[in-house]
Each structure stands twice: as structure tokens, then as C-alpha cells.
């Protein structure tokens, strides 16, 4: 069970500010969206006091509530400034050197991606020296469903988070071989899931095939927030070539977990 609001408040010196930043901490680290009477029983904040701060956050853009009046979730400016943590990350000098290493061996562009609202981020890339190749810099964002990142976030749901994050709307055929059924794409996320590794071919981009797979959390029991993938165009990778890259694509994955647990060891290096 999550620490209470109210009680991690106290121990950190109860301010008002520091509720509010309790608050977003226990909004952000559940995947589904939340009632006033919900938030209650889970902080320990008298209604009225809650009421107070929902409100304070929903003005300042940090939450958002729902059209019914009673759900709140993540605003967009809390996903803004997650990802700017993500993208201007101290370890990103670290990563990006994994990345360039990985396409060193591969030798195609390859990406470290998480997931923002219902797209895949592309939080850093390294280019092939290859002269045929797809430009995708970092910052840009492309669909959830008909990308190999994407299926591996989607493959880590519950079959009614990815009914809530898809079914509002048609899915967008960005190419003739997207899969814009959901039954389709729910048989495809299950291979996904049991193979742990996505592959997007020719669905985003006419020419383009990209694999994924997951960057294994530090704790066991978390979903995957990063994903590293490799892409290029069909005629340099088929099925079977993106089938006999994973090791590379896991090994780089690894590394890049092992620098997330080492991170705190890291700064004291960089700063003595």
C-alpha cells in the first residue's frame, strides 16, 4: 500500500506546497483517474481541504478534470514537465552514449522512447551513417498503436487501460498495413507481451521497420517507462534481421537499467 499523502507530508514538514506535491506524486503513480471521495480515503485529507487543492491544481494546469466533474487525472503541464525531466536528464549524456554504442553495432538509427499521454516519445536518437535513413529527431512523437514502442507500453496494460487510451476514438491508418482493428491489435500485443518485443513493419512509415523492446525497471514489479528500438528501411531490415538484433537491443537495455540504478554513484563521480 502507498505511503498517505497526509503522513508523508508530516514527515517531510507539513507545508502546504508539500501536499500539493504529495498529491501529484500519488495521482501520477496510478494509471487510472481518481474521484474526490477515492483521493480521500487514499490520503487521509479531509474533503474539503482535498476540494481546496484539486482545485489549486487544476487552475495552475497540473491536473485535469474530467467532463463529468467528478475524475481527475494528470494535467498537461504536469506530462510537459515530465518529460522535460526526461529529456534534459543528467543521465542523458549516459544514455546517449549507450545509444550511440548500440548503433555502432547494429548500424542503424536506433531511439530511447517513453510514453506521453497516448504517443511515443522519442526522448533521444543517434542517426546511422548509413545514406539511406529515416530522420525522427529528438522530441518527436508518433502513435501508439502502429509503433514498436508503443505496443510494448500497450502490451504492459490492462486490457481496460488500453480500451480507455484507444477505444474513444478510430485508430489512425497511417499506412495500408496499420492495424486499426482493436481485436487485431489486442491478438498482436499478446505476442508482444509473451515475446517481450515489438515490431512495427511498414505501419507508421511506407519503408520503414523499427523493433523494440523494453528497459527492464529497476523494481521487478513496475511497468517498463522507457523503451530502446532500433529502425531502418525494409531493404537493409527484414523480420529476420530485426529477430537477430534484439540480443544487441536487450544488452543495450540492460545497460541503460544498470544506469539507472547507478545513478545516484554517477553524480557523486561527476561532482567530485
Known sequence: MSQRVAEHAEVQGDTPALRLVSLLEHV???????????????????????HRMLQQLEAAGL??????GRHWGTGSRLR???ENLLLNSSLHAARHQVLRRLVDEVGESCNITAMSGGEVLYLDRVETAAPLRFYLQPGSRVPVHCSASGKVFLSQMTAAQRQRLLGATPLEACTPRTVTDLNALEQELRRVKAEGCGFDDEE??????????????????ARASLCVALQGPTVRLNRDKLQALLPALRSAAQ????LETDAPASEQRKTS
Open 28 to 50: 501520477a503513480s496510478r494509471d487510472h483517474l481518481h474521484t474526490l471521495q477515492g483521493l480521500a480515503e487514499a490520503t487521509g485529507l479531509p474533503k474539503p481541504t482535498l
Open 80 to 82: 510537459r514537465l515530465a
Open 255 to 258: 545497460a541503460l537499467t544498470r
Open 63 to 68: 491536473l485535469q478534470r474530467e467532463g463529468d
Open 204 to 221: 507508421f512509415l511506407p519503408g520503414l521497420t523499427c523493433a523494440a523492446v523494453p528497459v527492464p525497471p529497476a523494481d521487478p514489479k
